[in-house]
C-alpha cells in the first residue's frame, strides 16, 4: 500500500504539471466572480452577494467583503446562485459485455444460444486501466452539473474518480485519488461470494485478474498511440519502445504484492469502503447480514428506494453503511402508496449520497433543470440542507476528496456550478459549469 | 429374428437378476427392527446440540417477553386451554396455561375472544422464499427472499412453514440422468429462439432434425429405440419457515426428504436398480459403522489397538471398495436408510400404493406417499407398512368401469386413515400462491382443505393436526414446530374464529415471537367487519 502511495503520489506531480498546462487559458488570471448568491455547503454557509475569487483553477478566496486584486477580471453575476460541482458516487459509465452474456445449451442434440436471463458476476475490471476516454460520452453528465464522478462499470472490479471534460483526455479525466472495489450482487452463491469471501479472511481472497498496470504506463501507452483499449495488447511500431521508456521512468518497480489483496485487506479492517450494488431487496437484507459477521468494514451500498425501505431499521443499526440512492419518489413495492426513501433514510439518520446518473433517463430528461428530482425530495419531506449535502459533501467525503472538492472554500478545485436562481426553484436553470475554475458548459 | 431372441435373453437374466437381488436384501435384512423416522432423526439432532448451546451462550442475554392473553388455545398435541396465556422469548415458547403471570414489561397481545393455534405447515409448496431454485453449485442458504410477497400471501392463510420443492421449476426435462446434457424446453424457458417450434417439443427426438423450410419435424426413418430406464434421480425439498424479514430464521433444514420420480420405482428393472442401490448403501453404513466400533474398541489397550487397527484397515478398504464400485452413493439415500429422511414418492392406484408399501418394508426405510386416492382401499398395507399419507380430500380420481368398488377416490378416505392409525397430513390442490384467492385452488386454501377433511369423516383434532404437526413430523421438525408446547418455537396463529372455519380470517401471524403479519396492516385479504 505503501509503495502504492508513493507511486500516486510521484504521479501527481506529473499530472499536476499536465494539468496545468491544460488550463493555460486562465494561467496566472485572476477571476473575481461578484454578486452572486454563493451556497458554499461549508463552514461559510450561504452568502449573499458574496465574492469567489479564482485563479489557476483554484478558489483563492470566498466570502462577502473580499479584496479584488488590481489585475483580476472581474465577472458579475448578479441574481445568480453558485453552489459547488455536484460529486456522483457512482457512475456506470460502461455496460460490461462479458462472454457470458449468451449461453450455449444443445435442444435434442442441437446447439442453440440465447442470451443469459440470469445473473453473472462478470469479470473483474480494473477502470483505470481499462477506460478509454474517447469511448465515453460525458456531456450528459456535465449538462447535468457534475463535477466529478467515481466511474465503475455494471459488473465488478476497481472503480477510478474521474472529472467529466467535454474533451476528454486521459490526463484530464482521471484524478490521483485511488479508486474503490466495486461490486454489483445479486442473491446467488456466485455474486455474494465475491464479496463474503474477500470479506472473510485473507487466505481466500482470489488474486486480481490480469496484471495490474501503473497510471503513468496507461497515460504513456495512450499517449503513444491513443490505443488503450485492448487491455493487454502493445502499442505497435516505434511507439511501443517509447511507452516501455516512459512506463519504466514513473513506475520503476511494481509492487510485489497484488494491490487487489491489499485493497480487500484495507476493506476488512474498515480502512476503506466498499461500494456494492444490490440487485434487489433480499440482496440487500443478504448483504446486513454479511455485515454483521465483519464489523469492520465499510459499505457504499447503491440500491433503488423500493429494495431498501424493508431493510432501512437493519441499515441503521449497521452504522456501516452509506447509502448511495437515487434521487427518486417511488411507490411502496405491491402498492400504489409513494414514499420518499432519502427522507426515511434520514430520519433514520442513516447517512447517504444521491447519484443523479443512477437513473440515467431521468438525468438525461431532466437536464434543463437538473436538480429538479431532488427539487421534489425537499418538496416532500427531505430537509433541503441534507438534499444539498447528498450531492456534494457528502459524496466528496465518501470518496475521500473531501480535502480539495464538495464545497466552496479556500484553496480548494474551483468546480462550481452557476444557476439563475435557486437551485432547486421550479425552472431554475443551470447556466454555467466551471471545472477548475474554466467554463465547460454554458447554457 | 435373432435380435428377438436377443432381448428375449436379456429380459429373462433381467428377470433373473432382479429375483437375485430380493433373495439377497431378504437375507441381509434378518430380523426387522424399524424406527420411526423422527428417532433417528432426533438422534442425529442431539450430536448437533452441544455446539448451537455453546452459540447461545456467548449470545446476550434474554430478550424481551411477549405474552398473549385471554385466547382459546388450540394446542394441538395436548389439550385445548380456554381463555389462557402464552408467553414467548428470544423467539421461543417459554409459559402456556390458565395461571400464568405475565412479567412486567411484557408486550401484551390481547386475544380475548381469539382463537390461537401453531402456525400451519404446508407438506406441499412452491415459489415462496426462493425465486429460482439455486443451480448446481448455488446454496440454497443464498437464494432466499426475506421479502417476498408470497410469503404474505401465505402468512395471511396461516402457513408459517412448510416445505418447498426446490427442483421443479419449468416441469419436463429439469431432472436429468447423472452426466446428461444440460436440456432447456424452449417453449417452457423465457426467449425462445423462433425456430424452435411447439412440434419440435412434442414429437423431437435427439434424432429428430428440422425441415429448413416449414420447421416441422422430419420423422426418423430408423425405428425409434427406447432410452435405457434412467437412474432414480431425488427431487430436492427444503424446509423453510416464513419469517417475514427475517433471514436468519428462514431456512429450517435442506434435503427434508428422499425423493425419486414415480416412475423410476416403478417396472422389474427400475425396481431391481432400486434394490442394488440401496443394498451397496447400506454395506456403506455397515462397512461406516465396523469401522467406528474398531477405532471405538482401539481405545484402550495398546496391544489390541494394533491387532484392530489391521482390522480397522480392511473395514475402510471395504468402504473405499464399495465406493469405487460404480456411482457414488448418494447421501440422501444414506440417509434415507439411516432413518434420518423419509422416501416421498407419489403413488395413487392401490397397485403403486402397494408396490411403494412393500418395498418400504422390505428395504426397510420409512415411506410417505403422495396422493394416495385409492389408499382407502388398502389400508391394511399401509398402516403395516407404517406408510404416511399426504393427502388432499378435494382431489378426485375416477373409479374404473366395472371396479366402481374397488378403485377411484372415496370422500371419507380421511375419516378411514384416522380409524386405521395412518398418519396424514392435507396438502392444497395446488402447491403455489396464485390468484385462486382465499377458497380457491392454490395453496391460500390449505386451512379450508383440512375442513375438507372433516368432512370426510376425519375428527377437527386430527384434521387440524394433518396441517400442523403431522406434516411437521414428515419434515422431521416436530421438536420445532407444529404444536403450542413450551420449548417449541413461537410460531402462532391469532384467529378470529375456529381453524377450520371458511369464515375465519388470520388476524396475526408470529413467527418466532415476531408479528410477521397484521391483518389490519398488511392488506394481503380485504379488511372488513362482517357485523
Same mark, same amino acid.
Given at each position: 500500500m505503501n509503495k502504492q502511495l508513493i507511486i500516486s503520489k510521484s504521479l501527481g506531480l506529473v499530472t499536476a504539471m499536465v494539468v496545468g498546462a491544460w488550463s493555460l487559458c486562465s494561467f496566472g488570471q485572476t477571476v473575481a466572480y461578484t454578486d452572486a448568491n454563493l451556497m458554499t455547503m461549508g463552514p461559510l454557509g450561504q452568502i449573499e452577494n458574496g465574492t469567489l475569487l479564482v485563479r489557476d483553477g483554484k478558489i483563492v478566496d470566498i466570502g462577502k467583503d473580499i479584496e479584488i486584486p488590481g489585475d483580476a477580471r472581474v465577472v458579475s453575476l448578479q441574481g445568480k446562485t453558485v453552489m459547488p460541482g455536484i460529486i456522483d458516487p !457512482? !457512475?456506470?459509465f460502461k455496460k460490461t459485455q462479458s462472454a457470458s452474456s449468451q449461453q450455449t445449451f444443445t435442444f435434442r442434440g442441437r446447439v442453440f444460444r440465447r442470451p443469459v436471463t440470469t445473473f453473472s458476476v462478470g469479470s473483474f475490471t480494473n477502470v483505470a486501466e481499462n477506460f478509454y476516454p474517447y469511448d465515453v460520452d460525458f456531456m450528459p453528465a456535465i449538462r447535468s452539473g457534475i463535477t466529478t464522478a467515481q466511474l465503475v462499470t455494471d459488473g465488478r472490479g476497481l472503480s477510478a474518480i474521474a472529472q467529466p471534460v467535454p474533451d476528454p483526455t486521459p490526463e484530464m479525466l482521471l484524478t490521483d485519488s485511488d479508486g474503490f472495489l466495486f461490486a454489483k450482487v445479486t442473491n446467488q452463491t456466485s455474486a455474494l461470494d465475491t464479496i463474503r469471501k474477500n470479506l472473510a479472511d485473507e487466505s481466500s481472497s482470489k488474486s486480481s485478474r490480469g496484471k495490474s498496470m501503473s497510471r503513468a504506463e496507461m497515460i504513456a501507452r495512450m499517449r503513444a498511440g491513443r490505443r488503450g483499449r485492448g487491455g493487454a495488447q502493445p502499442p505497435t511500431g516505434g511507439s511501443a519502445s517509447e511507452t516501455k521508456k516512459v512506463a519504466e521512468k514513473t513506475a520503476p518497480k511494481k509492487p510485489e504484492t497484488d494491490p487487489i489483496k491489499d485493497m480487500w485487506k484495507a476493506v476488512r479492517e474498515g480502512k476503506k469502503a466498499l461500494v456494492v450494488n444490490a440487485n434487489n431487496a433480499a440482496t440487500v437484507a443478504h448483504l446486513n447480514k454479511m455485515l454483521k459477521k465483519s464489523k469492520d468494514a465499510k459499505i457504499h451500498l447503491v440500491a433503488t428506494g423500493p429494495n431498501l425501505f424493508q431493510s432501512l431499521d437493519d441499515i441503521g443499526d449497521s452504522k456501516n453503511i452509506t447509502l448511495v440512492m437515487q434521487p427518486t419518489i417511488d411507490t411502496v413495492p405491491y402498492s400504489s402508496q409513494l414514499m420518499n426513501v432519502p427522507q426515511m433514510a434520514h430520519s433514520k439518520k442513516i447517512p447517504f449520497a444521491i447519484s443523479l446518473s443512477l437513473n440515467n433517463s431521468q438525468m438525461i430528461s431532466s437536464q434543463d433543470d437538473p436538480l429538479f428530482p431532488i427539487a421534489m425530495l425537499v418538496k416532500s419531506g427531505l430537509p433541503r440542507d441534507t438534499a444539498l449535502q447528498a450531492l456534494t459533501t457528502r459524496p466528496a467525503k465518501m470518496l475521500g476528496i473531501d480535502k480539495t472538492l464538495g464545497s466552496l472554500e479556500k484553496d480548494k478545485v474551483a468546480n462550481f456550478l452557476v444557476f439563475h436562481g435557486d437551485p432547486l426553484a421550479t425552472g431554475s436553470r443551470l447556466k454555467q459549469v466551471f471545472l477548475m475554475g474554466r467554463s465547460v458548459y454554458e447554457r | 429374428m435373432s435380435v428377438r431372441t436377443n432381448m428375449i435373453s436379456t429380459g429373462l437374466l433381467v428377470i433373473v437378476m432382479s429375483c437375485a437381488a430380493t433373495l439377497v436384501t431378504a437375507q441381509d435384512d434378518g430380523p426387522r427392527n424399524r424406527r420411526r423416522g423422527s428417532e433417528g432423526r432426533r438422534a442425529q439432532q442431539r450430536e448437533v446440540k452441544p455446539e448451537k448451546a455453546a452459540d447461545e451462550q456467548e449470545k446476550k442475554e434474554a430478550g424481551p417477553i411477549t405474552a398473549v392473553v385471554g385466547g382459546d388455545i388450540h394446542t394441538v398435541t395436548g389439550s385445548m386451554i380456554r381463555g389462557g396465556t402464552l408467553l414467548m422469548q428470544d423467539g421461543k415458547i417459554t409459559e402456556l396455561g390458565n395461571d400464568i403471570e405475565v412479567p412486567e414489561g411484557a408486550t401484551i397481545i390481547d386475544a380475548t375472544g381469539k382463537v390461537i393455534t401453531p402456525g400451519f405447515v404446508a407438506i406441499n409448496m412452491s415459489g415462496l422464499g426462493v425465486r429460482s431454485a439455486p443451480q448446481k453449485q448455488d446454496k440454497l442458504n443464498d437464494a432466499l427472499d426475506p421479502f417476498d410477497r408470497n410469503m404474505k400471501f401465505a402468512l395471511g392463510v396461516g402457513i408459517t412453514s412448510g416445505c418447498v420443492e426446490l427442483s421443479s421449476r419449468g416441469g419436463r426435462g429439469r431432472r436429468r440422468r447423472n452426466g446428461e446434457p444440460e436440456e432447456r424446453f424452449l417453449g417452457l424457458d423465457p426467449n425462445p429462439e423462433e425456430y424452435v417450434t411447439e412440434a419440435l417439443l412434442d414429437? @423431437? &427426438?435427439? &434424432?429428430t432434425s428440422l425441415c429448413p423450410c416449414c420447421g416441422l419435424p422430419v420423422l426418423p426413418t430408423e425405428p425409434i429405440t427406447s432410452r435405457p430406464p434412467s437412474q432414480p434421480q431425488p427431487r430436492k425439498f427444503a424446509a423453510l419457515k416464513l419469517s417475514f424479514g427475517n433471514l436468519d430464521s428462514m431456512l429450517l433444514e435442506e434435503n427434508v426428504f428422499y425423493s425419486p420420480n414415480p416412475g423410476s420405482l416403478t417396472g422389474a428393472l427400475n425396481r431391481h436398480n432400486w434394490r442394488r442401490e440401496v443394498l451397496k448403501a447400506k454395506k456403506a453404513i455397515q462397512a461406516e459403522a465396523d469401522k467406528k466400533k474398531d477405532t471405538n474398541t482401539a481405545k484402550p489397550g495398546d496391544k489390541e489397538g494394533t491387532a484392530s487397527k489391521a482390522g480397522a484397515s480392511s473395514g475402510s478398504r471395504t468402504a473405499a471398495s464399495s465406493s469405487r464400485g460404480g456411482s457414488r452413493i448418494n447421501p440422501e439415500l444414506l440417509r434415507l436408510l439411516k432413518h434420518e429422511i423419509a422416501l416421498r414418492i407419489s403413488a395413487d392406484t392401490v397397485d403403486e400404493i402397494k408396490d411403494m408399501a412393500d418395498l418400504a418394508s422390505e428395504l426397510d426405510y420409512d415411506l410417505i406417499i403422495e396422493g394416495g386416492t385409492e389408499a382407502w382401499l388398502v389400508v391394511d398395507d399401509v398402516s403395516q407398512s407404517e406408510t404416511q399419507v399426504i393427502y388432499t380430500p378435494r382431489r378426485r380420481r375416477n373409479a374404473r368401469r366395472g371396479a366402481e368398488e374397488t378403485s377411484g377416490s372415496h370422500v371419507g378416505s380421511p375419516g378411514i386413515f384416522q380409524k386405521a392409525g395412518i398418519p396424514f397430513a392435507v396438502s392444497a390442490l395446488s402447491s403455489s400462491i396464485s390468484l385462486g384467492g382465499l377458497a380457491g385452488r392454490d395453496l391460500s386454501s390449505l386451512p379450508l382443505e383440512a375442513a375438507f377433511a372433516v368432512r370426510g369423516g376425519a375428527d377437527e383434532k386430527t384434521s387440524l393436526a394433518a396441517i400442523t404437526i403431522t406434516p411437521a413430523r414428515m419434515l422431521g421438525l416436530e421438536d420445532r414446530i407444529g404444536s403450542i408446547e413450551v @420449548?417449541? &418455537?413461537?410460531?402462532?396463529l391469532i384467529l378470529n374464529g375456529p381453524p377450520l372455519d371458511y369464515r375465519t380470517y388470520v388476524e396475526q401471524a408470529i413467527v418466532d415471537g415476531k408479528v410477521c403479519y397484521d391483518r389490519a396492516k398488511d392488506r394481503v385479504y380485504p379488511v372488513f367487519d362482517r357485523e
Open positions: !457512482y !457512475y456506470v | 414429437y @423431437g &427426438d435427439e &434424432d @420449548g417449541k &418455537d413461537a410460531d402462532i
